[in-house]
């Protein structure tokens, strides 16, 4: 029996995955490689500081630690830029349809996201108040494909990971969510979320029998 639903944010609920991948694409051609959509599947989900030494082993290049921390900021600004100028057209078809019947039902509902801009995104798109919990990458420790972020979402509601349905759009995230013992929900593409328990192509038209499994 679900009652739960915890709520990737970045590519789920609002279209953010595009600026993290212009972000980090600057970034790429500034150290004098190309990026591409594909190798940026790689990087969702994951923290900042993982994506960028995943970034990094893609233009196979090495740099100490402390530039490791300039690049990372620099691109941070870059990606503050996009997001802060962001507002409610850019919520995803759907998502917050789908959230207001889910309270309408009683089922508690939860961000669970590796993302440190977690906050400034929802104040952008005036959703701060639709959750009963936030976790984000500011909370956790570990980022997907660590289950951490959506257990403490689980405990933060009160509810048992294994009445909690995750939605993602991030191969990390479904294993995160799966590791966690709950049910997994892809958003996107079957070829990038095979081991999801469900795919959906976006949250548009979702109902609640999307919930029984
Ligand atoms: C989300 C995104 C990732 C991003 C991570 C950290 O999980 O899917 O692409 O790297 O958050 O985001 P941040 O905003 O903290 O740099
Ligand atoms: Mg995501």
Redesign the pocket.
Known sequence: NVKACIF????VIVDT?KY?YLAWKRLANELGFDFTEKDNER??????ME?LEILLEIGQVEVDEKTKVELAEKK?GW?REYITKMDESEILPGAKEFIETLKENNFKVAIG?????TMTILESINMVDYFDAIID?NKITK??PEPEVFLLGAEALGINPKECVVFED?KAGIEAAKRAGMFAIGVGSPEILKDADKIIPSMKNLTLDILDF
């Open positions: 990737d944010l970045d590519g995955a993290h990087l969702k989900g994951v923290s900042r994506s941070n990606y996201s590796s993302s440190k801009n990458g980022a997907k991030a």
